[in-house]
């Protein structure tokens, strides 16, 4: 391999290590925070967006439901849990303009 593609290589590596590790040391010092948004951006925006994926994440389980009931039968709670908990709790439990992370 030539320098210059060594250096460039080099360069993509350090820059993603970089990249990666900065949302790294955020989250490491910040536990309990809650996303604060607008009420009207929440209310107008997200909510209709968390409502679409609570759609999307039931298509997909009943999509891979199949396939979890035949291989894991015990596991099947967990699966609709793992499934479908975040995007309802997003669209239908956190209260308006505060979402804990």
Do not use: C
């Not at 949302?23 to 951006?41: G, K, T, Y």
């Not at 396939?67 to 015990?74: D, G, S, Y």
């Amino acid at each position: 391999m030539s320098k210059k593609v060594a250096r460039y290589f080099v360069g993509i590596l350090l820059s993603l290590l970089l990249l990666h590790a900065g949302p790294a040391f955020s989250l490491e010092n910040d536990h309990n925070a809650q996303s604060e948004v607008p009420v009207l951006l929440d209310a107008s925006m997200l909510r209709p967006l968390g409502l679409v994926s609570v759609v999307v994440s039931f298509l997909t389980f009943v999509a891979k439901a199949p396939i979890v009931a035949i291989t894991r039968p015990t596991d099947f709670g967990t699966f609709w849990h793992s499934s479908m908990d975040y995007s309802v709790r997003f669209t239908f439990v956190d209260p308006l303009g505060s979402h804990p992370e």
